[in-house]
């Protein structure tokens, strides 16, 4: 109906524009230079979108203009108050279009980004366009904004949308006749330099100077717009790649490593990737999906292909180039294209060298402490790896890194580990818990303290999900040291202690059967420890208990978890024991015997890993507490 209206139409901006924009009116930020990168973000963000559509479709209005960005600063009279006008041949927008796009915030963070802007939290230079919001920066700098756009589709027609950032904005029809956006800044008092060629050069250089697509001031143009992967790496400097990759993904951060290669068999490809510093994306980055860009001869083809890398190497970015592939290529024929597998061999590969390099590196102490930064930050995607990409295991196993309990908190390589064993040492051992400090406790480490045996901490809640697919490395067999049945070498003469044992037989043997009936069900099996040194008890798994890694799994991702039943050894050596010995042989019944043995079990879990609500031990502790206080001494 009323496209055929010839009077503007008055529209109310949706509540959290409005308070947006009263906000960026109303307070002072010290980059409002960012209102041009979101301006040129949208304008690239359309002649994308424009560049995909005439691939497959040139019933499109002007289909030979150029996919070009241009700023103009028209001469201003007199009085007048300064102009600017940044104009884009790109998808355009219909009347529906700019009424919803510029008039509402799509994004659902954008009210967690208004509460910490209006909060004073942020300033919004950093991260408007981020949450969805660039346009409205515009509002930095404008007293008034009026935008011309025109739809690429071939009938239809042009409209405008006006609004000077308050309540309000309007939507009337428009002249103009070809593609496109443009839009029209009438610039504030104190926001005038942005009228100055020269200005707008310098902040198109700062932020904008790799999009895709020419900008020009005047007729010059101002950004380099270099394919960066398509030189040298000789040719390009460090400075630059950081700068294309914060330009590309809008991170702050330096990325952790950067991978650029160019090679020709078996398949013609230049690439340049990325390794972001943080595998947690922040909302606000720039590419959300996951995927790299993928050009062929210098044409975009794919904004996101996913194709390229393995699922578990989806955190790096950046850029591929092939010529190999076909320009006018569709999703499909991308996907099942040999061209593609090749591509995808040859990018895995470089990526895991890289990586390999990076952390064989050691010699010079950055590196070093970059690889280790690298595995602390993506470890857990190399998890994955081995858990759902059977191919991947010998390529990413030299490239684990663990904590040991004789490593002093540095993390060791698996190659490390084998070197660093004992003659006739064939496994490789390792323990699982919840994190370092307990694992560290581990009564299961006290017959490998004392035979100096290396055992690496398995913390990583995956590493209970892989442990059963871990196999060996090198011909060396993986063991959980919580095993039953495990055989380890004699002690050395020298250190083994043959003490007589603490307690009395008879007494342990007691002691044994009240363990037994007070912990019933819950336990397989009692017995007496052949090897605990430091701890009192500890809990065994049974022989060929596959189901240990699962149990503990389940803890994390279950609701029904089971407490899983094990073998409970008893250290007759131990002090603990021994006075726990001695005071059934005085009180057979004593109740704080039985507490004691309820709570040690308890502890156990916890140790382990297992214990489903540790906080149900407190009544407990604080009986244990009182009877210890009343006995006094
Ligand atoms: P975002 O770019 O994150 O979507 P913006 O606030 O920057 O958020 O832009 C809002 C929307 O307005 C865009 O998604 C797009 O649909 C539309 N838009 C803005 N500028 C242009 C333009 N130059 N050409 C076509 N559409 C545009
Ligand atoms: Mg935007």
Redesign the pocket.
């Given at each position: 109906m009323d496209t055929q209206t010839t009077t503007p139409t008055t529209h109310t901006f949706k509540a959290e524009v409005k308070q947006l924009l009263y906000i960026l009116a109303h307070s002072l930020y010290k980059e409002r230079d960012i209102f041009l990168r979101?301006?040129i973000?949208?304008?690239s963000?359309?002649l994308t979108r424009m560049h995909f559509e005439m691939l497959t479709n040139r019933d499109v209005l002007d289909p030979d203009a150029e996919l070009a960005i241009h700023l103009e600063t028209p001469e201003a009279k007199g009085d007048e108050p300064k102009k600017l006008v940044i104009k884009?041949s790109?998808?355009?927008?219909t009347r529906a279009?700019m009424e919803t796009?510029?008039g509402t915030i799509?994004?659902s963070g954008a009210r967690e980004f208004l509460a910490r802007l209006g909060a004073g939290q942020i300033d919004p230079s950093d991260m408007i366009?981020q949450f969805?919001?660039?346009?409205?920066s515009v509002f930095m700098v404008a007293d008034s904004v009026r935008v011309v756009?025109r739809s690429y589709h071939t009938e239809g027609a042009a409209w405008a949308w006006t609004s000077d950032g308050g309540e309000n904005f309007s939507i009337e029809p428009a002249d103009k006749t070809d593609r496109?956006?443009e839009?029209h800044i009438t610039l504030k008092k104190d926001a005038e330099e942005f009228a100055q060629a020269w200005k707008l050069r310098q902040v198109i250089k700062k932020h904008s100077d790799f999009v895709r697509f020419p900008i020009y001031v005047g007729t010059e143009r101002a950004n380099q717009q270099t394919s960066l992967w398509r030189k040298n790496a000789s040719e390009v400097t460090p400075d630059d790649y950081k700068h294309f990759y914060q330009q590309l993904t809008l991170d702050f951060e330096e990325p952790l490593a950067t991978i650029h290669f160019s090679s020709d068999a078996p398949v013609n490809v230049r690439a340049l990737l990325f390794i972001p510093a943080h595998r947690e994306k922040n909302i606000l980055a720039a590419r959300k999906e996951p995927g790299l860009l993928l050009y062929s001869h210098n044409v975009l083809i794919q904004e996101y292909a996913t194709d390229l890398l393995p699922k578990w190497l989806s955190f790096v970015d950046g850029v591929v180039d092939s010529e190999d592939l076909p320009l006018n290529v569709s999703r499909e024929t991308v996907q099942n294209n040999r061209v593609m597998r090749q591509l995808a061999e040859t990018i895995r590969k470089r990526v895991l060298r890289e990586l390999k390099n990076m952390s064989e590196n050691v010699p010079s102490k950055t590196d070093g402490e970059k690889y280790e930064k690298f595995w602390n930050e993506y470890g857990r995607a190399f998890r994955e790896a081995i858990a759902t990409d059977m191919e991947a295991k010998d390529q990413v196993l030299p490239l684990f890194r663990y904590a040991s309990s004789k490593s002093d908190g540095k993390l060791i390589s698996l190659d490390d580990y084998i070197k660093a064993m004992q003659e006739g040492q064939t496994e490789i051992y390792y323990v699982l818990g919840d994190d370092l400090k307990s694992v560290a406790q581990s009564p299961h480490l006290d017959p490998f303290r004392a035979r100096d045996l290396q055992v690496l901490y398995w913390v990583d809640p995956l590493d209970a999900l892989i442990a059963p697919m871990m196999n060996e490395y090198q011909g060396k067999k993986f063991r959980n040291i919580d095993d039953a049945e495990l055989e380890l070498p004699e002690e050395k003469e020298e250190e083994k202690q043959e003490e007589e044992p603490t307690t009395p037989e008879y007494d342990f043997n007691v002691l044994l059967g009240r363990f037994t009936s007070v912990l019933g069900e819950r336990v397989l099996d009692v017995r007496a420890s052949k090897v605990l040194k430091d701890s009192p008890i500890r809990l065994v798994s049974p022989k060929d208990d596959h189901d240990r890694e699962r149990q503990r799994l389940s803890r994390y991702f279950d609701k029904e978890y089971q407490v899983p039943k094990k073998i409970l050894e008893v250290n007759r050596n131990h002090p603990l024991i021994a006075n726990l010995a001695h005071t059934l042989h005085d009180h057979p019944d004593s109740e704080l015997a039985k507490l004691t043995i309820e709570q040690l079990y308890d502890s156990a879990l916890v140790q382990e890993g297992l214990h489903p609500n540790p906080a149900e031990m407190l009544p407990r502790i604080q009986k244990l507490m009182a009877l210890a206080v009343e006995k006094g001494d």
């Open positions: 979101e301006l973000s949208n304008a963000d359309a884009d790109g998808i355009g927008m279009e796009n510029l799509a994004q366009g969805g919001v660039g346009f409205y756009s496109g956006t839009i």
